[in-house]
């Protein structure tokens, strides 16, 4: 991958952590990626997303290092942290896993897929932790759909139970209203929960329709 050219976004600390370097997913990691670049792009893409500059007065100023720990464990990845420093933890199990039944291009962009899903979750707000936990994780899907790093497995056509099932079914939901109320939308509602508690009348604020019937007319598109 080629080295990342330089830009106006501030960008934080980077570090990483491997507790085992015998681990055969760790092996893979450090073949297919260079951790400085692959955060790098995974922090130019969140930022471009949900803040599109760098002079965005929302943007989060708090963020000061991110550390990558590629540890054995359950699971794909999870975020933690502080306000002023995130650890991403990426499953090394996960990337063995993968490697079984895809190629290295495969990996290699679900990797960055990952991580850059798990990068909006260290930049994005949540409404004073209000937020319903599924439209936390659309809006990181929806950031990794943009990038361009969408897995085979997800489909636009599928018909969740409820706008908030999460993941990929919410980040398709968020990517219609994107391109029928106007580019900047998920932006928009992602700033007007940066001081906020979770009000689902943001969508009404933002479309000038409920979300109960935004929803219907998405569904509506499905069934067609």
């Keep these: 991958m080629a080295p990342t050219p330089p830009s106006t976004w501030p960008y934080p600390t980077l570090s990483l952590r491997i507790p085992d370097l015998a681990h055969p997913g760790v092996h893979t990691f450090l073949r297919l990626l260079d951790a400085h670049t692959a955060l790098t792009?995974?922090?130019?893409?969140?930022l471009t997303?949900?803040?599109d500059t760098p002079g965005n007065p929302?943007?989060?100023?708090?963020?000061?290092?991110?550390?990558?720990?590629?540890?054995s464990m359950d699971g794909v990845a999870y975020t933690t942290g502080s306000e002023t420093h995130k650890e991403i933890h990426l499953s090394v199990d996960y990337i063995v896993k993968k490697g079984e039944g895809g190629g290295d291009e495969d990996v290699g962009s679900e990797i960055m897929g990952v991580l850059t899903h798990e990068m909006v979750h260290c930049y994005q707000y949540?409404?004073?932790?209000?937020?319903?936990?599924?439209?936390?994780?659309g809006i990181a899907d929806f950031v990794r759909l943009h990038a361009d790093l969408a897995p085979p497995h997800w489909s636009s056509h599928s018909v969740p139970d409820k706008w908030d099932a999460g993941y990929q079914h919410t980040a398709y939901f968020l990517d219609w209203l994107e391109k029928r109320y106007g580019q900047g939308t998920v932006r928009e509602l992602?700033?007007?929960?940066?001081?906020?508690?979770?009000?689902e009348m943001m969508f009404r604020?933002?479309?000038?329709?409920?979300?109960g019937k935004l929803w219907k007319f998405y569904i509506d598109t499905k069934v067609q």
């Design 41 to 46: 792009l995974a922090v130019e893409s969140t």
């Design 49 to 51: 997303h949900l803040y």
């Design 58 to 71: 929302d943007l989060p100023q708090t963020v000061g290092s991110v550390m990558l720990v590629l540890r």
């Design 126 to 137: 949540n409404a004073r932790g209000t937020c319903p936990g599924g439209l936390v994780e």
């Design 190 to 199: 992602n700033v007007l929960m940066r001081e906020r508690e979770w009000d």
């Design 205 to 211: 604020e933002l479309t000038g329709r409920k979300l």
